[in-house]
């Protein structure tokens, strides 16, 4: 990555979605021409390139720049550098598939279709961030995991936009890092890993008895590789990895009907210290003086870093760098599963609770930003967003109607400095039927345990743990948000 570039103000003015793509790049430009923007009239004049790079259950305080202290993601922390990190940025759900489906349909849980795992996923009638950009002539490509739809549902992300997929369909599948096969497209590739199947996730996962080929290894590779080869025309890359999730049946050590650690130790060689944070090695932790699952822990996330470091080389070798807007975030919060202790590394930072958790800690993500010449470096950003407004603000810059019935807000304004979108809208994270449900509206922060339960209000400016319920101090905004909560969900077909 460069960092070799003079940072003036930016002037633009913020253009709204359905704007001519010609005229705002031609406002990018002229806003970046005297800080190490476009190169020549042919890069002016070609549309951005997107990539966004989602981490597996990566916590709030697991990256240099949000404080971690003993995992090394130096490549991240450069990105941090050269671009914009958030401090308040949400994913779409507390688990996987949810917060995918928030992320590529610009729906809140209340509204998107996938609202827990174990969906049967995505419907035709859904549409998706890739399918809007195909449609503008835009190569796509799904490489990681995917958990909206299985090969023979419409779901499948090759009936959702994207013209090449490689990896896991299955959120399952994808706990073993090891497996027997990855998804090309719609073809099952088999690997050279021998694995002894769990019952659960229909036989998909389970634990590897014979581990040779490491799957993020693999996806990192596709994914490069799909980068040299897409380089000459506009792109989407969801780049969506699977570390530092856990193997969960690995981790399982009491068997409990899998597989699970206590049956297959005796296969597991340099691995059984580690067992459900799968990694080839310990790498620099190593010598530590750490329980093994933490070792795998760290490692993985200083292996996910390496790889961000691997794809800003690609874009700077490819001579895209700097006409791609790069995302990075996590899709909730961290874990503690497959042995892996979330407190040991503080990866929670400041926030309470971890994945499954609508308080923040489970919700709150590592946010970075990079788009050289056009997002400031090393700027810093406290506005609250989340994943349903990815795809409002790549119909902003790339100049493309956003479909209806979208719950997300574009934040091209916040990037570059121009403006804020709207503190005042609720953000919402729910929509299953007598479960918890969270809202947040500006410094407020609102968790509901049940529909029956008593709201619980919080305020995030001076009590960002949430360990302070002022509900019965602001009553006023407690009504506020009853209210919204009243049409915050619609009913799914029955079929779900």
Not at 232 to 246: G, K
Not at 334 to 340: I, M, V
Not at 362 to 375: A, D, K, L
Not at 456 to 477: P, T
Request: glycine content about 12%; proline content about 6%.
């Amino acid at each position: 990555m460069s960092s070799n570039r003079t940072n003036l103000p930016l002037t633009l003015l913020w253009m709204s979605p359905g704007c001519v793509r010609g005229a705002l790049l031609a406002l990018l430009a002229a806003s970046a021409g005297c800080s190490g923007g476009l190169r020549d009239t042919a890069a002016r004049d070609a549309p951005p390139n997107f990539v966004w790079i989602l981490a597996d259950d990566l916590g709030y305080g697991d990256l240099g720049s949000y404080g971690q202290e003993r995992i090394q993601t130096p490549h991240l922390d450069r990105m941090a550098e050269e671009g914009m990190r958030f401090t308040d940025a949400y994913a779409g759900f507390t688990v996987c598939a949810p917060s995918r489906s928030v992320l590529m349909t610009g729906q809140h849980t209340g509204h998107t279709r996938v609202r827990r795992n174990g969906s049967p996923g995505l419907w035709d009638e859904d549409v998706t961030v890739a399918e809007l950009l195909k449609a503008e002539g835009y190569a796509t490509a799904l490489i990681g995991k995917w958990g909206l739809g299985m090969e023979d549902s419409p779901g499948a992300p090759w009936r959702q936009g994207f013209d090449h997929s490689y990896g896991y369909l299955s959120q399952g599948h994808a706990h073993n890092y090891y497996p027997e096969f990855l998804m090309r497209n719609a073809e099952r590739v088999p690997l050279r890993n021998v694995v002894q199947r769990s019952g659960r996730y229909t036989g998909m996962s389970g634990v590897a008895t014979e581990r040779v080929d490491y799957s993020h290894d693999l996806m990192m590779g596709e994914a490069l590789s799909w980068l040299e080869s897409n380089a000459t025309s506009a792109f989407f890359l969801y780049l969506a990895l699977t570390i530092p999730h856990a193997n969960n049946e690995a981790g399982n050590r009491d068997g409990g009907g899998d597989p699970g650690i206590a049956n297959v130790t005796a296969d597991l060689g340099q691995h059984r210290e580690r067992v459900g944070m799968e990694v080839p090695d310990a790498g620099q932790y190593q010598g530590e003086d750490w329980p093994g699952p933490q070792k795998g822990t760290a490692a993985m996330i200083s292996r996910l870093d390496e790889g961000v470091g691997q794809v800003f080389a690609a874009l700077q070798r490819l001579g895209v760098d700097e006409r791609t807007v790069v995302f990075f975030s996590s899709d909730n919060g961290p874990h503690a599963e497959g042995g892996n202790d979330p407190f040991f590394f503080d990866s929670n930072g400041p926030l309470q609770g971890y994945k499954r958790s609508l308080h923040d800690g489970g919700i709150r993500v590592p946010t970075i930003v990079r788009w050289p010449g056009r997002v400031r470096a090393g700027s810093v950003s406290d506005f609250p967003w989340y994943f349903a407004d990815f795809l409002p603000t790549v119909a902003d810059i790339a100049g493309f109607e956003m479909p209806d019935g979208i719950d997300g807000t574009s934040i091209l304004p916040v990037l570059l400095e121009t403006g804020a979108s709207s503190e005042d809208r609720f953000l919402y994270w729910g929509g299953t039927t007598g479960r918890a449900e969270a809202v947040r509206w500006g410094r407020w922060k609102a968790v509901r345990e049940a529909p029956d339960q008593p709201l619980e209000l919080f305020d995030l400016a001076s009590d960002i743990g949430e360990e302070r319920d002022v509900s019965a101090e602001r009553e006023e905004i407690v009504r506020e948000i009853l209210a919204y909560l009243e049409s915050a969900v619609t009913a799914l077909p029955a079929s779900e």
